[in-house]
Every structure is written in C-alpha cells, then in structure tokens.
C-alpha cells in the first residue's frame, strides 16, 4: 500500500504497543504467583492454583494461588500484628509511605498499563491514558490526607483491618480507590483480586514492597469466590468494602449482619443518560461512545439507559448509529482501536443471551458491520431502540457494550423515567439549559450525576450509590470517613439489660378512680388509634401501671410511612425554614421541661436532678440540630480538568429509627433531631419501656409548625416494629439503638433493598455526652451525597 493511498482512505493501520516487559515479568516468575502475605510472595497452603487466561486470545497466561482459610488467617494476622504499629506512625510517615507509592506508579505506569490490558482485555489506550494516572492520582490525594489527618480528622481514629474485595472491570483502579484512603488513615489491609484479573494487583504488591511499605500494611490473597467469602467471614476483620454484583453485596451484608464490621458496598447500576432537544447533539453522540462503549460497557455506572426527547429521537438515532460504523474493535495493545475483548467467555455469553432476550421482547437491534477479531471474546457496539422501561433489558444490568434507548417527552417524564430502577449509581444529563440540566440533576436517585459530560473520576470526589447500588463513598473528604469511626466510640460497653419491673396491684378503694388515658400513635400529623386496637401498660421503676400506650403493628408503620413519603416538601424545603422550626420545637419544649422532667422520673426512677438535666440536654440538642440545619452544606471540588464537582449532602428520604431504651426523650431527640435537620422525614419507635416522653412529645410537635408526616411516632416492641420497616422497601434507611440482637435483625432484613443502616451493636452511648451523641457523626449518617459534576468551557 502506497502512502498516497493512505491519505485518500484514511483507514488506520495496526499500532500495536509493546509488551516484551510484561512478557518478562510473567517469566520472572515462571508465569505462577503466590498469595502477597508479611511482605513476601508465599504459595497457597493447600498447594492449589487456578489459572487466568488472556481475554483477547484465550491463552493462558499464569497459574495463580488459589487462597483457602489457612492463607486468609495468616494474611489477618500479619495485617493485625503491622495494624498497631503503621497506625501510631506520624500522618506525615504515612503521607511519605503513599507518595512513594504515587511516584512508583508513575515510574512503571507503562508496564502496569500492558500488564492491565493484556490481563483484562481493555483498550492500552485507556489503561495507560486513564486507569493508571487516576490511580496514581488517588495515592497522591490520599498521602495529603495522611499528612492532614492529625487536624482535620482529630475526632476520628482507624478502623482497623480492612478486607477488599475488588472487580475484574478495573482491577487496577480499583485497587487505589480502596487501598489509598485505607493505608493513608492507618489501616492496613488484606485485597482480593478478582479471580479473572489478579495480576497486576501482584504486580503492584511488588512494587509497594520495592517501595518500602512495610510487611502486613498490604497483603493480596488471591482466589475465586470462596476466597472472598473467607475474608468477609473473618472474626478479626473490622470492615470490609467491596465492590461487584448487586447479589454478592447483599450476600456479605446478610452474612456480616450483627458482627460490628463496617461495611461500604459499590454495587451494579443501569445509569440513565438524558439528552434533551437542545443538547448538542454531537457531544452527546461522544457522551453516548464515552458512557457505554468504554471498556466495552463493562462499566458499573455505564450510560446504558438512553433517553431521549421525543422531538430528536429520530435524529439522535441516525447519527449514534452512524458513529457505531466507526467504532474499531480489536486487540487490547492495538493503540488504535475503541473497543477490546470482553473479559471472559461466560461474560460473552450473559451478554448475548440478555440481548437476544430483549430482542425477543420487542426491540429493535443495531450492530454495525465492522469485523471482530478472530479468537477471544469480542462483541460489537450495540444499540437497542424501541425499548419498554420494563424489559429485561432496560431493567437489568448488562454490563456489556449494549446500549438500551427510550423516549421522553417532558423533564418530568424524563425523571420519571430516570429514576424507575432499583439502582441508583450514576446518570448524565445533556442539555445547553443550565438551569434545567440542574433542576433535574438535583431529582435524580443517584450517588453521581455528570451535566454534558460522563464517566468523569477524580480522588477528590466521592463515589458511591444509593438504594441497589450499595452505600458509601470511595473518594474525597466522605471516603476517608468510611475507614475511620469516632473516637468517642472506642471503649464502649454493652448496655446493661434493663430490669423488667414487677407489676403490682393496685389496691381498689372508694376513692374517685383517675380518668383512663391511653396515648395514641402519631400519623401523619394527628394522634391515630393502634390498627390492632391493643394497647400495652407502661410501667414506673417500682411496677406501678403509670399509663398505657398503642401496640403498633405492620399496618401501622405502613401508614406512618405512607404519611411520610406525603411530607416530601421537607427534603425540598430551606435550611433556613427547618432551622427555625428545630429553635421552635426547643422553645416549646423548653416551656414544659417541668412536665417531662416528671414523666421521666416516673417512668425511669431518675431523681428530679436527672431527669430535669435530661430535658435541659434535650432541649440543647434541638438548639444543636437548629444551627447544623443551615450549616450543614456541600463543598465545591476542583478536580485538574475545566469544571467543577459539587458534592451536595442530601436527605436519604424516609427514615425508620428504634430509640434506645435508655434516656428516653434524649435518645429520642439525639436521632430524630439530625434526621429531620437535614431533610428526611421519620418513622420513630420509642422506648419500649420507656414511650411515654416520646408520646408526650407529639404535643410539642403538633404546636411547633412541623408539617404533618415529618415526624411519626409508633409505641410498640422494638424488635417486631424494627423487623417490619428493615423489610419495608420503601423505607430508605434505618437506625436501630438497643440490643445486640436487634442490631443484627436490622441488618440482615434490611437487604431487601439494601437499605442504609446505622446501629450501635448493643453498646450504650453516653447521650449526655455531647461528644458522642450529637453533631457531625450523626449528620454524616443522615445524608447521602450527590455528585455533580459540570464542566465549562469550549
């Protein structure tokens, strides 16, 4: 072929990068790879090893170390004997430690990128032009947050060791997402690899060593599924933070559920991308390739939803099908192409049975007519039109270059639309209208939202989802929290059972009996009957019956919480507005502390002291949760492109909270306080011996202008009433104080739709101290925060 000829077809020739250093590497270790444990490469006890193939050839490429519970014991016990030590380094050690991480990626960035596509199947140009300077990246943010911690995280302290489970999608991104933030705050960590993509993990524990991590700070325990499931079992971890399937995250929370571990889950997606009729619609066709061809869909918050306003539908269509044509498929070190191989050949297969199905079910396929590689696993770019939002397909999460799209005809519509999905990861909006894209930006179920742009990361912006796409944040200030837990917190001990009292009968006179009075629920804003029309009797410290209160049932929560998702005008309502109405409640309350203060000496047996300082305490909590409310705001990040990331704390929505038994207006307050603060609306379950502060409260409530349905008040036992709002599904999260069996209820109920949940384990809170029972660590619970991402410039 001449060079003439080049120019008139423009066609590109093969440019293939080199990968003759990955080739040795792989010899060097005769192409086989034991667990990383204390610093130095070890075989598997069993001697077993499985084997990980090259996804654009099917080759083998090594024999890996197949972990079993006798690896994953010594890689807890190195990680625990080094915990002690790398935590009590000065941040500044620290800070040097993951700087020289930060500069060893930097210095091996090529080999890592070959090993990464020859390894995973992806693009070289995306492993060398984003996964790998994103990593290094995080390793830089993350050593200032090490060099900061002593200051901005004073209050906190690690969590200990951490178990990490990471994907096959970007094994070595991924890797920085977790083991940055852990290492930089003074954890250390067992990571296991995904079974299909293990190498440059090891590759990367070689270089930590090379750089002078010191032994047990980082261990790689390779494996397959049950190797995982090892490490979430382990009794001498204290989180874990995973990262994969929907079903697998709500495996690890039923099987972690009352242990105390922390957990974050980064779960699937099926991401809506919104395009209006006044978007570029060029740049969205380039958004489109962006969000869900990269690393051929195989992208956890890939825009595989498109929807479309009605009037450019047709238009749209003909120009992303015609970009499609150009699209190049080929081999991952091919610098010249856009999609690789799909990372193995049971993940081809689950993509072309779902695309089938969806055909089947009424779409419309497109596939352009370009060639595939022979050998491996290829698929080519593929758009479905024609799509009902309740297909397979439109529903499901593919996880392949498939491209589902609808129409829309209004942004209500499109929101609508948008948000009817159980997941809730990521979404893109185009649109020239700022006002609109944010207006619908800010309605969106999602952890993260790009306007006229996707896929956009950065270490200094969280991400994470919410409802199925897991709960917590990898990135940012919110990120290093998940590795951390409030210093107030160490040390605490079980609360102590309380003693039920002896009823004693009442000896009947010819005195003129007490009117009988028995406190109703609170619904919606009025005092509503029990739906069983049982009651139960509350009882004083000395057994003597002092009133009576509704048994609460199923039914009713389900109209407590019906009459909470009515009061949806709270989330949406000003800082300002609900922070006076917080200073109302207080004034209010403040007017009747006599009052309470005898109810809880009554019930309690509290002197008059204590119970007044308790009220006094109540009272100055509602006055704390008054000045977070419009204090409690977002930051603006800066991440090293033209933009800006908003990160915007927003209420979680419907909030079920079980008070403790203990301090029972204070413990009220102390979770009710924050929730409503920020937003949410709440379905609370007071003491169970204890209700009657929280039924007088509702008398507070009714005179101090909260709408109706912000706050709901069940009576009732605990655990039944926990029970049924951790199983109902449109409770958003749950907040549990009490027994240890009540918090292990709550969290393996709540996986039904994976609701957040916050539960102290059976360990008291002191609620008179306000370092551990009021301000950021609560606020921080009762909120989600959203992402918005909004480049400018040409």
């Given at each position: 072929?001449?060079?003439?000829?080049?120019?008139d077809e423009?066609?590109?020739?093969?440019?293939?990068e080199g990968?003759?250093?990955a080739?040795?590497?792989?010899?060097?270790h005769?192409?086989e790879?034991?667990?990383?444990?204390n610093?130095?490469?070890?075989?598997?006890?069993?001697?077993?090893t499985?084997?990980?193939?090259?996804p654009?050839?099917?080759a083998?490429?090594?024999?890996i170390?197949?972990?079993?519970?006798?690896d994953?014991s010594?890689?807890v016990?190195?990680?625990?004997k080094?915990?002690?030590?790398?935590?009590?380094l000065?941040?500044?050690?620290?800070a040097?430690?993951?700087?020289?991480?930060?500069?060893?990626?930097?210095?091996?960035?090529?080999l890592i990128?070959?090993v990464?596509?020859?390894?995973?199947?992806?693009?070289?140009r995306e492993t060398?032009?984003?996964?790998i300077p994103l990593?290094?990246?995080?390793?830089?943010?993350?050593?200032?947050?090490?060099?900061?911690?002593?200051?901005?995280?004073?209050?906190q302290?690690?969590?200990?060791?951490?178990g990490q489970?990471?994907?096959?999608n970007?094994?070595?991104l991924m890797?920085?997402?977790?083991?940055?933030?852990?290492?930089?705050?003074?954890?250390?960590?067992?990571?296991?690899?995904?079974?299909?993509?293990?190498l440059?993990?090891?590759?990367?524990?070689?270089?930590?060593?090379a750089?002078?991590?010191?032994?047990?700070?980082?261990n790689v325990?390779?494996?397959e599924?049950e190797?995982?499931?090892?490490i979430?079992?382990?009794?001498?971890?204290?989180k874990?933070a995973?990262?994969g399937?929907t079903?697998?995250?709500r495996l690890?929370?039923?099987?972690?559920?009352?242990?105390?571990k922390?957990?974050?889950?980064?779960l699937?997606?099926?991401?809506?991308?919104i395009?209006?009729?006044?978007?570029?619609?060029?740049g969205?066709v380039e958004?489109v390739?962006?969000?869900?061809?990269?690393?051929?869909?195989?992208?956890?918050?890939?825009?595989?939803r498109l929807?479309?306003?009605?009037?450019?539908?047709?238009?749209?269509?003909?120009?992303?099908?015609?970009?499609m044509?150009?699209?190049?498929?080929?081999?991952p070190?091919?610098?010249?192409?856009?999609?690789?191989?799909?990372?193995a050949?049971?993940?081809?297969?689950?993509?072309?049975?779902?695309?089938?199905?969806?055909?089947?079910?009424?779409?419309?396929?497109?596939?352009?007519?370009i060639e595939l590689?022979?050998?491996?696993?290829?698929?080519?770019?593929?758009?479905l039109t024609?799509?009902q939002?309740?297909?397979?397909v439109a529903?499901?999460?593919?996880?392949?270059?498939?491209?589902?799209?609808?129409?829309?005809?209004?942004?209500?519509?499109?929101i609508?639309?948008?948000?009817?999905?159980?997941?809730?990861?990521?979404?893109?909006?185009w649109?020239?209208?700022i006002?609109?894209?944010?207006?619908?930006?800010a309605?969106?179920a999602a952890?993260?939202?790009?306007?006229n742009?996707?896929?956009?990361f950065?270490?200094?912006?969280?991400?994470?989802g919410k409802?199925?796409?897991?709960?917590?944040?990898e990135g940012?200030?919110?990120?290093?929290?998940?590795?951390?837990?409030p210093?107030?917190?160490?040390g605490?001990?079980?609360?102590a059972v309380?003693?039920?009292?002896?009823?004693?009968?009442?000896?009947?006179?010819?005195?003129?009996?007490a009117l009988?009075?028995?406190?109703?629920?609170?619904?919606g804003?009025?005092?509503?009957r029990p739906?069983g029309?049982?009651?139960?009797?509350?009882?004083?410290?000395?057994?003597?019956v002092?009133?009576?209160?509704?048994?609460?049932?199923?039914?009713?929560?389900r109209n407590?919480v019906?009459a909470?998702?009515?009061?949806?005008?709270?989330?949406?309502?000003?800082?300002?507005?609900?922070?006076?109405?917080?200073y109302?409640?207080?004034e209010?309350?403040?007017g009747?502390?006599?009052?309470?203060a005898d109810?809880?000496a009554?019930?309690t047996?509290?002197?008059?002291?204590?119970?007044?300082a308790?009220?006094?305490?109540a009272?100055?909590?509602l006055?704390t949760y008054?000045?977070?409310a419009?204090?409690?705001e977002?930051?603006?990040?800066?991440?090293p492109l033209?933009?800006?990331a908003?990160?915007?704390?927003e209420?979680?929505?419907?909030?079920?909270?079980i008070c403790p038994?203990e301090a029972?207006?204070l413990?009220f307050?102390?979770?009710v306080?924050?929730l409503?603060?920020?937003?949410n609306?709440?379905?609370a379950?007071?003491?169970?011996?204890?209700?009657?502060?929280?039924?007088?409260?509702?008398s507070?409530?009714?005179?101090?202008?909260v709408p109706?349905?912000?706050?709901n008040?069940?009576?009732?036992?605990?655990v039944?009433?926990?029970?049924?709002?951790?199983?109902?599904?449109?409770?958003d999260?749950?907040?549990?104080?009490?027994?240890?069996?009540?918090?292990?209820?709550?969290?393996?109920?709540?996986?039904g739709?994976?609701?957040r949940?916050f539960?102290?384990?059976?360990?008291?809170i002191?609620?008179?101290?306000?370092?551990?029972?009021?301000?950021?660590?609560?606020?921080?619970?009762?909120?989600d925060?959203k992402?918005?991402?909004?480049?400018?410039?040409e």
């Amino acid at each position: 072929m001449t060079v003439a000829r080049y120019f008139d077809e423009m066609s590109y020739g093969p440019a293939p990068e080199g990968d003759t250093e990955a080739r040795q590497w792989l010899a060097r270790h005769k192409g086989e790879f034991g667990h990383f444990i204390n610093g130095a490469f070890v075989a598997s006890a069993s001697g077993k090893t499985f084997d990980t193939y090259e996804p654009a050839t099917g080759a083998l490429l090594a024999k890996i170390a197949l972990g079993g519970r006798e690896d994953v014991s010594s890689a807890v016990a190195a990680a625990r004997k080094a915990q002690g030590a790398w935590a009590k380094l000065p941040g500044h050690a620290r800070a040097r430690h993951l700087y020289a991480l930060a500069r060893m990626i930097q210095r091996h960035a090529r080999l890592i990128a070959v090993v990464e596509a020859i390894d995973n199947g992806k693009p070289i140009r995306e492993t060398r032009d984003i996964d790998i300077p994103l990593a290094a990246r995080h390793f830089y943010h993350h050593a200032g947050w090490a060099q900061l911690q002593e200051t901005e995280f004073a209050d906190q302290v690690p969590v200990g060791v951490v178990g990490q489970v990471i994907p096959w999608n970007f094994p070595f991104l991924m890797l920085a997402w977790k083991v940055a933030p852990a290492l930089a705050l003074g954890n250390t960590v067992i990571l296991k690899p995904a079974e299909f993509t293990p190498l440059t993990a090891l590759l990367f524990a070689e270089l930590a060593s090379a750089a002078g991590l010191p032994p047990g700070v980082l261990n790689v325990v390779t494996g397959e599924g049950e190797t995982g499931a090892l490490i979430v079992e382990h009794d001498d971890i204290d989180k874990i933070a995973f990262t994969g399937s929907t079903e697998v995250g709500r495996l690890i929370r039923e099987k972690i559920a009352g242990t105390g571990k922390s957990l974050t889950l980064e779960l699937g997606g099926k991401s809506p991308f919104i395009i209006f009729d006044d978007a570029d619609i060029d740049g969205a066709v380039e958004g489109v390739v962006d969000a869900i061809w990269f690393n051929q869909g195989q992208v956890c918050c890939a825009g595989s939803r498109l929807l479309v306003q009605e009037g450019i539908a047709p238009l749209f269509h003909e120009r992303l099908t015609r970009r499609m044509g150009t699209l190049r498929v080929g081999h991952p070190l091919d610098k010249a192409i856009d999609m690789a191989a799909i990372v193995a050949p049971v993940q081809l297969r689950r993509i072309e049975s779902l695309v089938a199905q969806g055909v089947t079910e009424g779409a419309s396929l497109h596939q352009p007519k370009i060639e595939l590689p022979k050998g491996g696993s290829f698929y080519p770019p593929t758009l479905l039109t024609n799509v009902q939002p309740t297909s397979i397909v439109a529903t499901e999460e593919i996880f392949g270059p498939v491209a589902v799209s609808m129409t829309f005809r209004t942004p209500e519509e499109a929101i609508q639309l948008a948000n009817h999905s159980r997941y809730g990861l990521a979404a893109s909006i185009w649109s020239e209208t700022i006002g609109l894209a944010l207006h619908v930006a800010a309605k969106l179920a999602a952890g993260v939202v790009w306007v006229n742009a996707t896929n956009l990361f950065d270490a200094a912006a969280g991400f994470g989802g919410k409802r199925e796409s897991g709960f917590g944040r990898e990135g940012g200030r919110e990120g290093c929290y998940e590795y951390l837990k409030p210093k107030a917190w160490v040390g605490r001990k079980l609360r102590a059972v309380p003693a039920e009292p002896v009823v004693k009968a009442a000896a009947g006179d010819f005195s003129m009996p007490a009117l009988d009075r028995t406190a109703k629920l609170f619904i919606g804003g009025k005092q509503a009957r029990p739906d069983g029309n049982y009651s139960r009797p509350v009882l004083s410290s000395k057994g003597k019956v002092i009133g009576e209160v509704g048994e609460g049932n199923r039914k009713d929560i389900r109209n407590a919480v019906v009459a909470a998702q009515a009061a949806s005008a709270w989330s949406s309502a000003t800082t300002h507005n609900r922070a006076q109405i917080l200073y109302y409640i207080a004034e209010n309350l403040s007017g009747r502390a006599a009052e309470f203060a005898d109810r809880i000496a009554a019930m309690t047996g509290a002197s008059a002291a204590g119970a007044r300082a308790e009220v006094d305490a109540a009272i100055a909590r509602l006055f704390t949760y008054g000045a977070w409310a419009d204090k409690y705001e977002g930051v603006v990040h800066q991440p090293p492109l033209r933009g800006v990331a908003l990160a915007m704390p927003e209420p979680q929505g419907v909030v079920g909270v079980i008070c403790p038994p203990e301090a029972p207006l204070l413990g009220f307050i102390s979770l009710v306080a924050p929730l409503i603060a920020v937003g949410n609306r709440v379905v609370a379950v007071p003491s169970e011996q204890h209700p009657l502060a929280a039924t007088d409260f509702y008398s507070v409530l009714e005179t101090s202008d909260v709408p109706a349905g912000v706050v709901n008040i069940v009576t009732g036992s605990a655990v039944e009433l926990a029970k049924t709002l951790a199983a109902h599904n449109d409770v958003d999260a749950l907040w549990a104080f009490g027994s240890p069996e009540l918090s292990t209820l709550v969290e393996k109920v709540s996986v039904g739709n994976l609701k957040r949940t916050f539960v102290d384990y059976g360990k008291a809170i002191d609620w008179m101290d306000r370092t551990a029972a009021e301000g950021p660590a609560f606020l921080r619970r009762a909120v989600d925060v959203k992402n918005i991402w909004i480049p400018y410039g040409e």
